[in-house]
């Protein structure tokens, strides 16, 4: 199960799959930036990075959204631009305070969707609580871009008593995900294949920042957060534990997959585990409190359908092991291609 | 010299000159932005947003970087990526910190080109005196992007006794500018037309940032900080003449301009004041500082041939008038149409 990617100087240029989440994402952060740009805070490789300013602990992150089609079921480029920083912030343990809008924009992009995108992020701003309060806009000629990429930053600050980092995952930890996974990738997919199901399955893209805080009040029993993205709930578990130097278990049957996404699934011709989502994280939390963050986590409009997947365990250390449906384990390793490309 | 653009209603679509930085820029958002997004930091319009953090004053910027060609006489598009929203930060009176960046790659974009880059940011980084901490590299398929566009972040921090606004221009006020005018435009261009002048026209690329630290000990004497990229010179009066609701008065055989510059300008039909800059600052300063502000800049590498252009005057609110070479005036207008795209 385990595939071996070529090392990076293998590739001469840039493939789809190094922009994909899973190992080759990793290898080219690990192998082309970070020997040039490394610091002790890109080291941390979070969701965002945590430094101090003016005495107080700053998370910063940034994404760029080149998500295709620009319009899909449950939001839009805009909504995701937004969201998924928020999100990335507050996976750092961060309260989200503000955004940075970054738009590049293919000359002749019809201004009725430039406004209706813009309509959509003040949506999520005002839903998210957050304020964007800078940008930029450059355009470049037809055919140089494809109709609009967004590259969003935000900055939340962190309050003290909370820790929540990747290398805190320890033994006995439970895994706690927030709800049905796999719905944005495959809502993707279904736009782009031009499938029909019984019902339109919709992007979960949404911002977490609200239900976080919820959980931010167990302080540090809070070990990590991570929203299972590109790569999928299988490439952040794989993150965490290479991070922490840990061993993950999970149980096949306690993951939460919707009926009409797992056939979605099927027909495609993927697995949930390693589909994009937008709108659920993982959490990690120490054993005593993990019954409170869980019921704390099912009174949360976004978390109703949290559930205990998982244990970190002492065992197979950076390895994540499932235990299947039908009673066997199997290491469930990174993303290791390119599954679904421009998903966010 | 005024030229009345259309209302952005008129147009259906995104032009290039609405990422110019000059007129339809700002009907861009003051029309299509503003109106969604609006919120008391983001209607500052400065070049980054002065937001509270934590007690502390934090500025935020960003700008998205599309230029063509990606490396040129001077730098390249990460030095610029870098250069550019340090030097944002520090128009805003803040000492830059922490820079994030996004890269949005084209498919088989040229891996040793990927690390070329990456070395010039560290590069400029390190002569900055900053950190890039976060970042995120998203790959679209051939002939969806071309080649590589950057979006950097950053955030900076702004002392206490430092007030650097737009609205601050007032009447009275000396009008420094930094030095030779014109030079990262034309060096573009230069390339791009494969001009051949007796000397290469280089980009003024710099990081202001350690020059502005000497000004920013003249306190609240620093009222308007402006770097004149996109748009140019006149431009970047305009916004702030606007902005403040004050005359701004400049004299022509004030400004300099480089020789080689000023040939080239002829021969591609350019004003130098519409053409942008990449390392030169426009500093605001109270009649009675501007001698010693004058004199700490000449002091500085970047700014030895700084050079008092004009003044904030109480006639002609929100509009830049110039003495000319020959003795007449005339109104000095924002860049109306687009000049030069994908300059930055």
Redesign the interface.
């Known amino acids: 199960m385990i595939s071996c990617p070529l090392p990076?100087n293998s590739?001469?240029?840039?493939?789809?799959?190094?922009?994909?989440g899973g190992k080759l994402?990793q290898q080219?952060?690990r192998d082309?930036?970070l020997?040039?740009?490394d610091?002790e805070?890109?080291r941390q490789l979070?969701d965002?990075?945590i430094?101090p300013?003016?005495?107080?602990r700053?998370a910063?992150?940034?994404?760029?959204?080149?998500i295709s089609p620009i319009f899909f079921p449950g939001g839009d480029i805009g909504t995701l631009a937004v969201n998924g920083t928020v999100n990335d912030l507050a996976m750092c343990g961060a309260t989200p305070?503000?955004l940075?809008?970054?738009?590049?924009?293919?000359?002749?992009?019809?201004?009725?969707d430039?406004?209706r995108i813009?309509?959509s992020?003040?949506n999520a701003?005002v839903n998210a609580g957050i304020?964007?309060?800078?940008?930029?806009?450059?355009?470049?000629?037809k055919?140089?871009?494809?109709k609009i990429?967004i590259?969003t930053?935000g900055?939340g600050?962190i309050a003290d008593g909370i820790s929540v980092l990747p290398t805190r995952a320890s033994a006995g930890d439970a895994i706690i995900l927030s709800g049905s996974i796999a719905q944005h990738g495959i809502a993707i997919m279904s736009v782009r294949e031009g499938l029909q199901f019984e019902t339109t399955i919709a992007s979960d893209c949404a911002a977490l920042n609200g239900m976080i805080a919820e959980l931010l009040k167990f302080g540090e029993s809070i070990h990590v957060l991570r929203d299972p993205t590109r790569g999928g709930v299988a490439s952040a578990l794989n993150e965490i534990a290479a991070a922490a130097h840990v061993g993950i278990e999970i149980e096949e049957t306690a993951i939460p997959v919707a009926d009409d996404v797992r056939g979605a699934c099927e027909i495609l011709g993927f697995d949930p585990l390693y589909v994009a989502n937008e709108g659920k994280c993982i959490v990690f939390v120490a054993p005593d409190a993990a019954a409170d963050v869980l019921q704390a986590m099912r009174r949360h409009p976004l978390g109703t359908g949290a559930a205990i997947i998982g244990h970190v365990v002492a065992d197979h250390p950076e390895t994540v092991v499932m235990k299947t449906r039908v009673g066997g384990k199997r290491v469930v390793d990174m993303l290791s291609g390119e599954q679904l490309?421009?998903i966010?």
Not at 60 to 66: A, E, G, L, P, W
């Open positions: 990076i590739y001469a240029s840039v493939q789809l799959a190094h922009g994909g994402s080219l952060v082309i930036f020997p040039f740009l610091n805070y890109l979070h965002g990075a430094v300013v003016g005495g107080s700053i910063f992150s940034t994404d760029s959204y080149v305070l503000f940075s809008a970054g738009f590049i924009v293919e000359e002749g992009f019809p201004m009725s430039l406004q813009a309509a992020m003040q701003a304020q964007i309060v800078t940008g930029d806009t450059k355009v470049v000629d055919g140089k871009a494809d990429f590259t930053a900055i600050i490309p421009r966010c």
